[in-house]
Nanobody
Framework: QVQLVESGGGLVQPGGSLRLSCVASRSISSLRSMGWYRQAPGKQRELVAAITGSNTNYQDSVKGRFTISTDNAKNTMYLQMNSLKPEDTAVYYC????????WGRGTQVTVSS
């Protein structure tokens, strides 16, 4: 089992940057994989980026703008988001997989002028 706590969301203007953090309650090196998902109002939750070991994958719409990374010493996963667009507005959720999926409560990201 693992608890996940996200932080770092907020209001930012188009073109701006944010860095999301997800702190896990156990060593993240013991997790099968981790990822960031998002859910906009009226839409389904979608995968933004995932990391398994040293392998990463991204949704096409964020490639070149977002970077997922981990710090094993801090049991923390990050999502660096640059060149933000209004369509990036959503609640962002941290996900971890062991034998089951575990989720954080989410952090709101709003991109608006």
């Amino acid at each position: 089992q693992v608890q996940l706590v996200e932080s770092g969301g907020g209001l930012v203007q188009p073109g701006g940057s944010l860095r999301l953090s997800c702190v896990a309650s156990r060593s993240i090196s013991s997790l099968r994989s981790m990822g960031w998902y998002r859910q906009a109002p009226g839409k389904q939750r979608e995968l933004v980026a995932a990391i398994t070991g040293s392998n990463t994958n991204y949704q096409d719409s964020v490639k070149g703008r977002f970077t997922i990374s981990t710090d094993n010493a801090k049991n923390t996963m990050y999502l660096q988001m640059n060149s933000l667009k209004p369509e990036d507005t959503a609640v962002y959720y941290c996900n971890a997989q062991i034998f089951l999926d575990y989720w954080g409560r989410g952090t709101q990201v709003t991109v608006s002028s």
